[in-house]
Each structure stands twice: as structure tokens, then as C-alpha cells.
């Protein structure tokens, strides 16, 4: 994965194998994300690397983070929770997100068309960050599947590492397990994921 900010614009992330290849995302949206970029520095945002994306830092808080898809180009706030967005432009960034915190664009055209609105959520955003605002703490209830819960009773060791996991990662399980629609698919899964919750990694980990 990159380290450098330069090569996201000129090559990519460096998470897939279409890394500095015509196919990489970045290419398709590098019109639009030049101007996201633009419009990130001229707002005083302070330009970084984050999981390999270009992200942008004020008052030692990470504001947003870029992003390019197949399909699509995304600018998401970290902070999504704080955001009022007034005109009713943000989204989720997936079905299993709580709050929407994203501006997705599907044409390179898009970000000068709403330079003024991006403009504006984004001093929003900073101004949080000055002030030392952040999100109010939610509890989130796991609703975890009978097989999941079948299985930490019957593992002791399963259930001390399970428990042990951050809400993050417990949370990746369960989300994982919902999405099957079979019990046997579920009972599957989680004999897969045993090794990987004694070893106290998230579903997605390696």
C-alpha cells in the first residue's frame, strides 16, 4: 500500500492488483479527485495518507478521507454523526452504517458543480474538530445469531476470545453471520472464523 500521497494520484492506492495499471480506479475519477483535492487544500486542510487513501487533517483530528470505486468516487467524513447536511447530499456508506457521512460522485464533472457545498461541509467538519466536539458515544446492541451464541456456550475458549474482541470486530461477526440466510451457512461460517477469533482479528482481517 502507498505511503507517499503523490502516488495516489499518479498510480493508486496499492491495494489490489490494477495498482498503477489504466484499470485502477483512480484513473477513471482522476479529473474529479484533482478537484477534490483542490478543494480539501484550499479549505486549510492538512493533506496525509491514511489506510493508503489521501486524507485530510484539522486541528489534529482526520476531517475526510478519499476515495475511488469502480462505479463511483467518494469523499466521507470521519465524523459522519456530527454532520447536519443541510441539503440532503450525504449518504451511507453502506447498508450496515449508522449515519450518512458521504458525498458520493458519479461523474468527474460533479465536484465543481457542488465546489460551494462541498466547501461549506467541510468547514463544518473543521469546525467540530477545533472546538473538540465529537460524536456522542452509542450503544450498539449486537443481535447476535442463535448459532453464535449456541457456539460461544458450548466453547468456553471461543467465548473468552470472542468477548475479548474490540466492538469493531465483534460487530465484523456479526454482520458477517447475519447476512446468511441459512443456519447451516451460519454453523459453516463460524467454525471458519474460530481461528481467527482466537486469534482476536475482525471477520475481514487477514
Not at 89 to 115: I, S, Y
Request: charged fraction near 30%; include cysteine.
Amino acid at each position: 500500500m502507498i505511503t507517499n500521497i503523490e502516488d495516489y494520484f499518479t498510480l493508486g492506492c496499492g491495494r489490489c492488483e490494477r495498482f498503477a495499471t489504466p484499470d485502477c480506479s483512480t484513473r477513471r475519477w482522476i479529473e474529479g479527485l484533482n478537484q477534490l483535492r483542490r478543494i480539501c487544500l484550499e479549505a486549510g486542510l492538512e493533506e496525509t495518507v491514511k489506510w493508503a487513501h489521501p486524507c485530510y487533517v484539522h486541528a489534529g483530528r482526520n476531517i475526510a478521507v478519499m476515495g475511488a470505486f469502480r462505479h463511483d468516487f467518494r469523499l466521507s467524513f470521519v465524523n459522519a454523526a456530527l454532520m447536519k447536511d443541510p441539503e440532503g447530499v450525504l449518504e451511507k456508506a453502506g447498508p450496515n452504517t449508522r449515519h450518512k457521512g458521504v458525498l458520493r460522485f458519479t461523474e468527474n464533472a460533479q465536484v465543481v458543480e457542488m465546489e460551494a457545498t462541498i466547501t461549506d461541509y467541510l468547514q463544518e467538519a473543521m469546525g467540530y474538530a477545533a472546538a473538540g466536539i465529537k460524536p456522542p458515544k452509542e450503544k450498539y446492541v449486537l443481535e447476535m445469531p442463535e448459532e453464535l451464541v449456541e457456539a460461544l456456550d458450548a466453547d468456553p475458549e471461543l467465548a473468552e476470545a470472542f468477548h475479548a474482541l474490540t466492538p469493531g470486530r465483534q460487530k465484523s461477526y456479526v454482520i458477517n453471520l447475519n447476512s446468511a440466510k441459512k443456519s447451516e451457512t451460519r454453523l459453516n461460517r463460524i467454525a471458519k472464523f474460530r481461528g481467527k477469533i482466537l486469534a482476536g482479528k475482525g471477520a475481514l482481517e487477514r
